[in-house]
């Protein structure tokens, strides 16, 4: 589209390009098209994909957190929606029994998958499709391997998502984790953890990052202490828990292992590498 002193402009995906009048493209846009009434025109339809883009994000890794199936129908409603699509496809799924990576879904809701064998597999139509969380998953790199083979990308990260896992036999009478040492105090008191928190998308509240996962049917929410706001507020100690939907606080040895291993990477993510009085393996 023309949009100012002999300039064209184009959104591709969401980098804004611009050329000369049938010229190349240029290595970065001027300022006085940026700010031309179709560049600002450009530059705001350029934050509706973005925007559109972080929600598809947002929804398809609750799904993942969900441990619940998506209807197949609700998947064909989607599927032609780029965003959508780059989200969902190449994800580890389970349909009717059988795993593989989410290669495509019909009009009629029939989902296809490549299973670890690289065959693919034709769901029937309407069939429901569960997103597998990688902690769950026997053999991630088998599905790396396979996803590499055929050139395809997760835009939701599955395979290569951090899991942590609980030892056996730590008993069920702790209640929740407690952190540690001079990098979390340091974090808790700068509000660098805080603003981790946010980076990576965690909800704020009470001085908790939180994050709602369903296991087992049931919804826990994770909760990773941040520190105080306060002036002259606790710093030194920190603590990850697990509540259930009533609020009451989840022993350790109830926790599930998508639970766990979500709080592990939140507290990881915030803090960054800590020691904590845990009884964990990686």
């Not at 606790?234 to 709080?263: C, F, H, Y």
Request: hydrophobic share 40%; with cysteine.
């Amino acid at each position: 589209m023309h949009a100012h002193q002999g300039h064209e402009l184009a959104l591709d995906g969401t980098d804004l390009r611009c050329r000369k009048h049938g010229g190349k493209v240029l290595r970065s846009v001027p300022a006085a098209v940026r700010e031309s009434p179709v560049g600002e025109r450009f530059e705001a339809l350029r934050e509706q994909v973005l925007r559109h883009e972080r929600e598809c994000r947002a929804t398809v890794e609750s799904w993942l957190l969900g441990d619940a199936p998506v209807p197949g129908p609700l998947l064909a409603r989607v599927w032609d929606d780029t965003g959508w699509r780059a989200c969902l496809r190449h994800l580890v799924v389970r349909v009717e029994g059988r795993l593989g990576l989410l290669d495509d879904v019909s009009g009629d809701g029939r989902a296809r998958v490549r299973e670890a064998d690289g065959a693919l597999y034709e769901a029937s139509a309407g069939a429901a499709v569960t997103l597998v969380h990688p902690v769950l998953l026997d053999d991630p790199d088998g599905w790396r391997l396979l996803l590499a083979g055929h050139g395809g990308a997760q835009g939701v990260e599955q395979v290569d998502r951090r899991v942590h896992r609980r030892r056996a036999g730590r008993g069920p009478e702790g209640v929740g984790v407690e952190v540690s040492g001079g990098a979390y105090a340091y974090a808790a008191v700068s509000g660098a953890a805080r603003r981790r928190a946010v980076e990576h998308g965690f909800a704020v509240r009470g001085g908790f990052a939180v994050l709602g996962v369903r296991e087992r049917g049931a919804a826990v929410e994770v909760r990773c202490w941040l520190g105080s706001e306060e002036a002259g507020g606790p710093g030194e100690a920190g603590r990850l828990l697990w509540v259930d939907g009533a609020e009451r606080p989840l022993p350790v040895g109830e926790v599930g292992p998508v639970a766990w291993s979500e709080g592990r990477r939140m507290a990881e993510l915030v803090y960054g590498e800590l020691d904590a009085r845990g009884n964990e393996e990686r």
